[in-house]
DNA sequence: GTCGTGCGTTTCC
DNA sequence: GTCCGACGCATTCGG
DNA sequence: CCGAATGCGTCGGACGGAAACGCACGAC
């Protein structure tokens, strides 16, 4: 490894690293020489610091002054020609074997050309979301209200005449011959069949059999999804999007029901239930890469195309559109293409990610209108149309609800009862399909009970049994103390320590001799992912868990990184280095103890509707501690602010992220996911008001946004000065706080201080490199939970480790600080007092021997 | 062919 | 993980 | 009394650091 040292940062392809030091005095308009330590400026806004400046609350009405909402945040490239346009679409592609080195001198010098040459094609991306919002913001109606429903109505109205235009212009894309007769039972009439291209399921009235653009037995095209995907993205009616998608997923469920699996995949972007661990293994570079291929153009081309864009999915499918086909593929299917993901997730092994590669394109290029878009959203992992898990159980639940699967065909159910026994039917069985999926997050199983024997079976053939993960309970952050009081006003609730470990849902099934089976215990995460392998320490000391006359439970734990020698906890960064998978226990080099919180079945018997009084009882009766291995999270029945302000302190102190706070009695104590899955309350040092970590740093760098934050910058990188070496070390990226407000400004500021190439003297790891560099002027306060050593971030470095250097976890933005200049940021000793300071390292028993040198040399 | 390194992806928080 | 913005729903406010 | 305003919770999607892991690729 490059020491750093010698050399301001590692990235060896740049040639900045040539310039030295003394150049920096004649470039820059300040010298460091002349930094007057500002009356022996102090660590700034540590634990409630209060400097006047820090105090004054100047936020948004200061600000307005440079507010120009109108900019479009076009930056630099807009003093380019403009008239270089269409040249790249030549389909030339020629340019197959890019070396990595090729490719990033490219990346270097495409700043003026590629980008000026992508303008006019991949013209920045304003979501019809955005737009609406920002319409809605001129109009200002009297009723705002009604005014945004009558307005997102008359967009649907308009994007759907859109389509139709398009659709006729695209005449020859129509497949003519799309009549058929259907047979089913009293739909004896002939049915004309939708065209493609015009299939509209927002439309009222739908009629899942004749406005379907498919007949019965049919695979499901593609395009009918991406067709509906596509009138979503135009509506941010929540109602209005779940109305449009249970429409599409009528008309499946009616027509070829078998291909509703793959269509409810395809929306959410999973190919499995996450406890599978099937992933794709492609994403955002190799997805360029293939779509550069197969359009002729070099990585670095699509690769400002898609920055300038904000959308991956726009530039292929514009990209798509510009090519000639040389011969009509077949038509994408739904199940194809779901199968086709699958088989891409498959690969695995030597030359597997061309292998993948060349899959993907030849999806890409069978892609025909919006399809391309979704497509490549799809391989992305992100739709980004506003729709994702609870609004897809919404959607399923109204179309049971208005067309019930069954041997009785109703298309429908609303037509023959009063609206309001629609809606109450409607909610019912969204409630049932919500509780099912939490219990059983699995969308095979789900599909088949529903088609099977409808929403009333559900319940009871789908419900939560031990080796399925279910849903965890998650927590709100809470702003300040007395809002737990507010919130659990004359109810009973307990603090519990919030430990900084990861979530650990414990499965233990009952062997045929009711005992429990060891054997087939399972862990998994948060997410649902089966952490079993993960665990083998954790697993093979259950049995010291279980008390007498326990056969099966699931537990709700967090695993916390522990130092058994001194019985101290250890932070997250040692708990994630562990392996992900491990073969036996002995091999385990960092042990954790396991923190239990809750029980959420005990022998057969699911305990999700009982009060956690209940169920904290039972697991008390039932489970045994044992300190360093098992124990039960400290807690405490609090009543009065004061009571839970000093037991966060002591938690705090003890190494942990603060409390959980939770009801004890009464049916918001029960752990009913479907119903709200954040019902307890997260209190931490850092969310609480002028309490917590506040670092003042200065931008050096931007990254332009992606979807919504097409057209501003979405993220930035920041610095801390270093007085002694003379430089600004990155610190962290900064991606969050924000208003679009906010962004809107940062993006116009930033533009009078937009430089060619980094100074010199900026600290950072290649990693970083922003899109945009400026020279250091604007300083930000970012708030942040803790300081953590990094092995690419550059503040302080060589203060606490010889290569490693100080970050943050969970940066956010807290406001501008005009009043600050660069030079006044937080220096880098600061910050690596802020680290010292931290409870967690001041926990951390010094090891008098080699171990902490060995870290040094 | 083997090994180490770099890069990209995924998964925790 | 944090945070913001939009939406939907219930409650309160005001003419 | 009814519509407007307000407050609150949910949902979705921007974005963060750090580590493991698996493949690609160059050095030997």
Redesign the pocket.
């Known amino acids: ?1 490059v020491s750093s040292s010698d050399r301001v940062h590692t990235e060896t392809s740049h040639n900045m690293a040539q310039r030295s030091i003394t150049s920096f005095f004649k470039k820059t308009p300040f010298t460091p020489m002349e930094i007057k330590s500002n009356g022996g400026s102090k660590v700034s806004h540590v634990n409630g610091d209060t400097s006047p400046i820090s105090d004054e609350k100047d936020k948004p009405s200061e600000r307005q002054q440079s507010n120009s909402i109108d900019n479009d945040g076009d930056s630099q490239d807009s003093l380019k020609p403009k008239n270089k346009a269409k040249r790249q679409r030549v389909i030339s592609s020629s340019s197959e074997s890019e ?2 080195v090729k490719v990033k001198k490219e990346d270097l010098s495409d700043n003026d050309d590629s980008i000026t040459l992508n303008k006019s094609v991949n013209k920045t991306y304003d979501s019809p ?1 955005n737009k ?2 920002k319409i ?1 913001k001129e109009i200002k109606s ?5 005014g ?2 009558s307005l ?1 109505r008359d967009e649907v109205k308009e994007n759907s005449l859109k389509l139709k235009i398009v659709g006729s212009k695209e005449k020859d894309n129509i497949v003519k011959n799309t009549e058929h007769i259907d047979n089913i039972e009293n739909e004896s009439e002939e049915i004309q069949k939708v065209a493609e291209n015009a299939y509209n399921p927002s439309k009222s009235k739908y009629h899942p059999i004749k406005d379907a653009c498919w007949s019965k037995g049919e695979p499901v095209p593609y395009l009918a999804l991406a067709k509906t995907l596509d009138l979503i993205e135009g509506t ?5 999007i779940i109305e449009i998608l249970s429409n599409f997923y009528r008309s499946v469920m009616v027509l070829t029901s078998e291909d509703l699996l793959p269509c409810i995949y395809l929306c959410l972007n999973q190919l499995a239930p ?1 406890y599978h ?1 099937l ?9 360029m890469k293939a779509i550069g291929q197969c359009t002729g153009r070099t990585l670095a081309q699509v690769k400002s195309a898609v920055q300038k864009c904000g959308d991956m999915g726009r530039v292929a499918e514009q990209a798509r559109a510009a090519q000639k086909t040389m011969f009509a593929a077949p038509k994408l299917q739904i199940r194809k293409v779901f199968a086709a993901l699958k088989e891409i997730a498959h690969m ?7 292998k993948k590669i060349n899959k993907i394109q030849s999806l890409y290029v069978a892609c025909r209108d919006c399809e391309a878009r979704f497509l490549i959203r799809s391989l992305e ?12 159980l919404h959607a399923l639940a109204l179309a049971v609800a208005t067309t019930p699967p069954g041997p009785n065909l109703q298309l429908d159910a609303a037509q023959h009862m009063s609206a309001d026994k629609f809606k109450a039917l409607v909610e019912q069985h969204v409630a049932v399909v919500r509780r099912t999926y939490c219990e059983c997050p699995d969308w095979a199983e789900l599909l088949h009970e529903l088609l099977r024997g409808g929403v009333a079976a559900l319940a009871s053939r789908c419900s939560m049994r031990v080796g399925v993960p279910l849903r965890p309970m ?4 809470t702003r300040a103390v007395r809002d737990v009081l507010a ?1 659990f006003e004359n109810e009973e609730f307990t603090c519990e320590y919030k430990y ?4 650990a849902q414990i499965h233990v099934p009952a062997a045929p001799d009711d005992k429990p089976d060891f054997a087939n215990a399972a862990i998994f ?3 649902q ?1 089966n ?1 079993t392998a993960k665990y083998p320490d954790v697993l093979s000391r259950l049995p010291t868990l279980l008390k007498e006359g326990v056969s099966s439970c699931v537990l709700d734990c967090e695993a916390v990184a522990f130092d058994a020698a001194n019985g101290k906890l250890l932070p ?2 040692v708990l ?6 491990c073969a036996s226990a002995e091999d385990v080099r960092v042990p954790v103890c396991v923190f239990v919180f809750d029980l959420l079945y005990l022998n057969g018997a699911p305990l999700v509707g009982s009060t956690l009084a209940h169920r904290r009882k039972l697991l008390r009766e039932h489970f045994c501690t044992q300190p360093g291995t098992w124990q039960f999270a400290t807690s405490k029945d609090c009543s009065t602010i004061e009571e839970v302000q000093l037991f966060l302190e002591e938690a705090v102190k003890e190494s942990c ?1 603060g409390l959980m706070v939770k009801m004890l009695t009464g049916d918001n104590s029960k752990y009913d996911i479907a119903r ?4 307890w309350l ?1 209190l ?1 040092k850092d ?1 609480l008001e002028g309490v917590g970590d506040t670092v003042d740093a200065v931008i050096i760098g931007a ?1 332009r ?5 097409a057209g501003v910058y ?2 930035f990188l920041v610095a801390c000065y270093d007085p002694e070496s003379e430089q600004f070390q990155s610190l ?10 906010d962004l809107q400004i940062l993006s116009d500021m930033l533009k009078e201080h937009i430089i060619d190439s980094p100074r010199n003297y900026y600290n950072y790891d ?3 490199s922003a899109d945009v560099w400026t020279s250091a002027a604007v300083v930000v306060e970012v ?1 942040c ?1 803790d300081l ?6 550059r503040a302080a470095i060589a203060r606490l480790h010889p290569h490693k250097g100080v ?6 933005f807290v406001r501008v600080r005009e009043d600050k200049a660069a030079e006044q940021a937080t220096t880098a000793a600061q910050v690596a007092q802020l680290y010292l300071a931290q409870d967690q390292i001041k926990n951390q028993v010094k090891q008098p021997d080699a171990a902490h040198e060995d870290d040094f040399y």
């Open positions: 490894m070396s990595p979301k609406k919002a809605k009297p009723s705002p209200k009604k945004a429903k997102s941010s009616a929540r109602l209005k996450a661990s992933e794709l293994g492609i994403a955002e570079t190799y997805l695995t092994g030597q030359a597997s990610v061309n992992g992100k739709l980004r149309i506003g729709l994702a898990e609870q609004s897809v998650l927590a709100h952050p919130r900084d470990g990861e979530r995460s948060r997410n992912e952490n997250f960064q994630s280095s562990r392996k992900r998978a992220e709200r899955s954040h019902n997260k931490k969310y990254y946004g992606k979807g919504k934050r979405g993220g962290c990226k900064l991606g969050t706080g924000f208003s679009d407000e290649s990693s970083h708030r939970a953590s050593l990094s092995p690419a971030h970050s943050l976890r969970f940066p956010r």
